[in-house]
């Protein structure tokens, strides 16, 4: 996934979880502070911290409101991308050459079953597949967590995965890690204990967990690898 316009700046603060504020890298005058969208509606409280070196995504719709995206951040040296949007784009672009799927997948996105729409349905040879993807970008040494505040939407998420699983189709619970440094994924129970006793519920029906770190860059982030995880609690 690229970016066609990026450029840096410095995080001053947050009025609430759709705006920022930011300090345009290299401008020292009161005008080089803008009030920018930011893509991720999550806390983000780690990330986003005065003074941080952010990434900012430019627009060139004259018909918005903000010119900018907050697309991206540094955590001391570790850039942590928080598009909520990306995940998606990254699995999807993923699929076609992962071989999880064969060899010519059959990709439709938001796909309705049930009460929920799911990321994707993908269907190989005789094989039905659902799949929902989340971003991830709480981590703490190495350790990574998925919710950073309480999901009741993932929370029926996971339920409705179960009950595919149940009536036939094969079911992949997603986690896109949207950074690098990844050594071991767990659900936050701190934040949202049904969420991850739902993660584990999954699992002993058949709900198959994958978990990937990823390459970011400034103007772009693609899947690297996977990470391995553990359902219960640490």
């Known amino acids: 996934m690229k970016y066609d316009h990026v450029i840096q700046g410095t995080f001053i603060d947050r009025p609430n979880r759709f705006i920022a504020n930011v300090r345009l890298a290299g401008a020292g005058d009161p005008d080089s502070v803008v009030r920018v969208h930011v893509k991720n509606t999550g806390r983000c409280k780690e990330i986003l911290v005065p003074g941080a070196r952010v990434i900012l995504s430019v627009s060139d719709n004259p018909g918005r409101k903000t010119k900018y995206d907050l697309i991206a951040a540094y955590k001391g040296e570790m850039l942590i991308n928080i598009d909520s949007q ?67 939407r993932g929370a029926k998420h996971l339920r409705g995965l179960m009950r595919a699983s149940e009536e036939g189709y094969e079911c992949y619970a997603v986690f896109i890690i949207q950074m690098k440094s990844a050594k071991l994924f767990v659900p936050n129970y701190e934040t949202h204990e049904e969420f991850g006793m739902l993660v584990q519920a999954d699992e002993k029906t058949g709900v198959k967990i994958l978990v990937y770190s990823c390459d970011v860059a400034p103007d772009s982030v693609s899947i690297s690898s996977p990470v391995p995880y553990r359902l219960g609690k640490l």
């Open 86 to 152: 990306a995940p998606n784009i990254v699995f999807g672009e993923f699929i076609p050459g992962s071989g999880l799927f064969g060899s010519n997948p059959r990709v439709h996105p938001e796909y309705t079953y049930g009460d929920s729409r799911f990321d994707f349905y993908i269907e190989s040879g005789e094989r039905r597949c659902l799949a929902e993807v989340k971003g991830v970008t709480l981590e703490d040494g190495g350790v990574c967590r998925f919710p950073d505040a309480p999901t009741e």
